[in-house]
């Protein structure tokens, strides 16, 4: 048996990357104009992927929040809330496609938040499992009633779906299994002292172990293979046919969890990535308020009032209806001049003020400005479907509050406003 892990990765590796051989300039010259040519279109593809996705969201979140409107409408009668909740899955199944083609169009920086990763890697599998040769099978073997860990969902779908797709190239021929398993381990002393990887997280954090292994039975992997399998994409598959990460990202994504991912190939049972992830502790000062529980109690807004901008008017009667029905009082508009004017007619009127980023002439962080122009001390957040560093600088010097990511699911928006309602503490509205 062969293992490997990130602190034996550390030493020189004596794979060196594939590369064309050539003998003359010429011959160099046309291998680098293929490879950004590659590139070239691999950005292309990313960008009309990110742009089909964004519109697919948009439409998955009308049909989900309206569904979820009709849900409550209906209340227990059965033959339309079997229909109702048969749409919901649907509409469930086709965000979950739009977020897997959303979250290789971008890299995002890690947001960690408690996650139960047991219903998650089920829905993420139940895609997979679509895209599989006929020639190959794959299982998920799930522990009940894990813990939850602090984890980004976009990464460790990016991080299951590349080791998956490793296994498939890995196994181009024949039949084949690939295994997920996901369960915990106590990770003590004599578990740490099987890769040096280990010993690092059990001086972080021993005890309960969240793990997730990523098997398939094929060929094993060399010995000079697997010492540098963190470090180039391994794969047996032509350049044509590679797809996804190079293996490096996968372990700089696990990384950036707080966790160790570690290979073992042998000739009896195939290839095996198994990722451990530190537990999430109790009271941890990243667990987000969980006002979705608050909104599913009634009225809750106390008459909060809140300025809505968006250019998608779907979207708008979507919030303001869930919205107005937990006690919120919602002006939403999808004209920010028509917006400016209200606030300027009335500026004491609101309490908080939600702005797009994407809107047509002009950006949120134009608008939070112009917002504050007319009324400074006016909590102002910005919704967006991508935050990185840059927009949280500009969001600062633009004076806004907060940054929101602007996710497909209405309820899930709604829950963020109720949030931000709760940590601004507001004044309470008589309505």
Request: aromatic share 4%; with cysteine; proline share 4%.
């Given at each position: 048996?062969?293992?490997?892990?990130?602190?034996?990765?550390?030493?020189?590796?004596?794979?060196?990357?594939?590369?064309?051989?050539?003998?003359?300039?010429?011959?160099?010259a046309?291998?680098?104009?293929?490879?950004?040519?590659?590139?070239?279109?691999?950005?292309?593809?990313?960008?009309?992927?990110?742009?089909?996705?964004?519109?697919?969201?948009?439409?998955?979140?009308a049909i989900?929040?309206?569904?979820?409107?009709?849900?409550?409408?209906?209340?227990?009668?059965?033959?339309?809330?079997?229909?109702?909740?048969?749409?919901?899955?649907?509409?469930?199944r086709?965000?979950?496609?739009?977020?897997?083609?959303?979250?290789?169009?971008?890299?995002?920086?890690?947001?960690?938040?408690?996650?139960?990763?047991?219903?998650?890697?089920?829905?993420?599998?139940?895609?997979?499992?679509?895209?599989?040769?006929?020639?190959?099978?794959?299982?998920?073997?799930?522990?009940?009633?894990?813990?939850?860990i602090?984890?980004?969902?976009?990464?460790?779908?990016?991080?299951?779906?590349?080791?998956?797709?490793?296994?498939?190239?890995?196994?181009?021929?024949?039949?084949?299994?690939?295994?997920?398993?996901?369960?915990?381990?106590?990770?003590?002393?004599?578990l740490?002292?099987?890769?040096?990887?280990?010993?690092?997280?059990?001086?972080?954090?021993?005890?309960?172990?969240?793990?997730?292994?990523?098997?398939?039975?094929?060929?094993?992997?060399?010995?000079m293979?697997?010492?540098?399998?963190?470090?180039?994409?391994?794969?047996?598959?032509?350049?044509?046919?590679?797809?996804?990460?190079?293996?490096?990202?996968?372990?700089?994504?696990?990384?950036?969890?707080?966790?160790?991912?570690?290979?073992?190939?042998?000739?009896?049972?195939?290839?095996?990535?198994?990722?451990?992830?530190?537990?999430?502790?109790?009271?941890?000062?990243?667990?987000?308020?969980?006002?979705?529980?608050?909104?599913?109690?009634?009225?809750?807004?106390?008459?909060?009032?809140?300025?809505?901008?968006?250019?998608?008017?779907?979207?708008?009667?979507?919030?303001?209806?869930?919205?107005e029905?937990r006690?919120?009082?919602i002006?939403?508009?999808?004209?920010?001049?028509?917006?400016?004017?209200?606030?300027?007619?009335?500026?004491?009127a609101?309490?908080?003020?939600?702005?797009?980023?994407?809107?047509?002439?002009?950006?949120?962080?134009?608008?939070?400005?112009?917002i504050?122009?007319?009324?400074?001390?006016?909590?102002v957040?910005?919704?967006s479907?991508?935050?990185?560093?840059?927009?949280?600088?500009?969001?600062?010097?633009?004076?806004?509050?907060?940054?929101?990511?602007?996710?497909?699911?209405?309820?899930?928006?709604?829950?963020?406003?109720?949030?931000?309602?709760?940590?601004?503490?507001?004044?309470s509205?008589?309505?």
């Amino acid at each position: 048996m062969i293992t490997v892990d990130r602190a034996q990765n550390m030493t020189d590796n004596p794979i060196q990357p594939k590369a064309a051989v050539t003998t003359t300039d010429g011959s160099a010259a046309v291998s680098l104009e293929d490879q950004l040519r590659e590139a070239q279109t691999a950005a292309t593809i990313g960008t009309l992927a990110a742009g089909i996705a964004r519109e697919l969201n948009n439409s998955v979140a009308a049909i989900l929040g309206n569904v979820e409107l009709a849900r409550q409408d209906v209340g227990s009668y059965a033959p339309a809330l079997e229909s109702l909740n048969e749409i919901r899955k649907a509409g469930a199944r086709a965000h979950a496609l739009a977020q897997q083609m959303l979250s290789f169009s971008r890299r995002q920086p890690t947001e960690l938040k408690r996650t139960r990763l047991g219903p998650f890697l089920e829905d993420s599998l139940h895609l997979l499992r679509a895209t599989l040769p006929p020639r190959l099978s794959l299982e998920l073997h799930c522990a009940g009633n894990l813990p939850p860990i602090l984890a980004d969902a976009a990464q460790i779908e990016q991080i299951v779906i590349n080791l998956t797709a490793h296994a498939i190239q890995h196994m181009r021929s024949g039949r084949g299994h690939i295994d997920v398993r996901l369960d915990t381990v106590n990770l003590d002393s004599e578990l740490a002292g099987a890769h040096a990887a280990l010993r690092e997280l059990h001086a972080r954090q021993p005890g309960p172990t969240l793990r997730l292994a990523i098997s398939d039975d094929g060929p094993a992997m060399d010995t000079m293979t697997l010492a540098g399998v963190f470090k180039h994409a391994v794969t047996a598959a032509p350049v044509e046919e590679k797809t996804g990460l190079d293996l490096s990202e996968v372990q700089a994504m696990v990384l950036a969890h707080n966790g160790v991912i570690v290979a073992d190939s042998g000739a009896d049972h195939g290839t095996t990535f198994t990722i451990y992830l530190p537990i999430a502790k109790a009271g941890s000062e990243h667990a987000p308020y969980d006002a979705t529980g608050a909104l599913a109690q009634g009225k809750s807004g106390d008459g909060v009032h809140i300025l809505y901008i968006d250019d998608d008017d779907s979207l708008v009667f979507l919030v303001e209806r869930f919205l107005e029905r937990r006690g919120f009082r919602i002006s939403g508009y999808v004209d920010q001049h028509e917006a400016l004017n209200a606030l300027s007619a009335d500026p004491a009127a609101f309490d908080l003020a939600v702005v797009d980023y994407n809107m047509p002439g002009s950006s949120g962080l134009e608008i939070a400005r112009e917002i504050r122009a007319i009324r400074s001390d006016l909590p102002v957040v910005v919704a967006s479907g991508a935050i990185d560093d840059v927009l949280r600088a500009q969001a600062q010097g633009a004076g806004v509050r907060e940054l929101i990511f602007k996710v497909s699911e209405v309820e899930d928006l709604c829950a963020a406003f109720a949030r931000l309602a709760h940590t601004l503490r507001m004044p309470s509205k008589s309505g």
